[in-house]
């Protein structure tokens, strides 16, 4: 079996970007992060590191990394709608959610091997749902939150797939149209109970 991370190691793995995964530390503790299948080296300049999705899930794990941490350790989530206390709109946010929309778009261009940004990358297969709230809210769609209605994207038992539910018709289609563009596959059913209208989304492999 694979060591468990050294407490250096496992500080490394705490300082990565919380979206592209990218790695900074000595070399030889990020060798030893690449031995032990929790980082990649890239083989295109500047050769930097990144988490691999066993390092992801190490880093998700770790406890003293909150759930929820937008509002209060200004470490950026994309808005899955619905929080209890959603950061703010304004012009800092725009640059956050803009800033980290570029870096996904970076992760994908250096993760795939054609170098192509219009499908979605390991990192999004595994935070299905942040990968999708972060192609909606990234395109300006507004998330549901406080006195205010918007998209929500949740979790839903399928494997690669998210619900995404919108207060009217009109931006569920719209919500549809942007994650596609940005590489999803989406598809508008009704829950049989209620007969509330969503879109099951997955991220497109090609």
């Known amino acids: ?97 803009h800033s980290a929309w570029q870096g996904l778009l970076e992760l994908r261009r250096m993760t795939s091997a054609d170098g192509a940004v219009d499908r979605p990358c390991g990192w999004e297969r595994a935070h299905l749902v942040r990968a999708a709230a972060l192609a909606l809210e990234a395109a300006g769609h507004r998330p549901a939150g406080g006195d205010e209605d918007g998209y929500r994207v949740r979790a839903t038992p399928q494997p690669e797939a998210v619900a995404v539910y919108a207060p009217d018709p009109s931006t569920l289609t719209a919500c549809a149209a942007t994650l596609e563009r940005a590489g999803w596959q989406a598809g508008e059913y009704s829950e049989p109970r209620t007969g509330v209208r969503y879109l099951l989304a997955s991220p497109r492999r090609v």
């Open 1 to 97: 079996m694979t060591r468990p991370p050294t407490a250096a190691q496992r500080r490394v793995i705490e300082a990565a970007d919380p979206v592209t995964g990218r790695l900074r530390g000595t070399e030889s503790q990020l060798a030893a992060l690449v031995r032990q299948g929790l980082a990649f080296r890239h083989p295109r300049p500047p050769h930097d590191h990144f988490l691999t999705p066993a390092g992801h899930r190490i880093r998700e794990a770790v406890p003293e990394v909150p759930a929820e941490p937008v509002a209060h350790t200004g470490v950026f989530a994309a808005r899955v709608g619905g929080e209890e206390e959603p950061p703010g709109s304004g012009p800092a946010r725009l640059r956050e959610v």
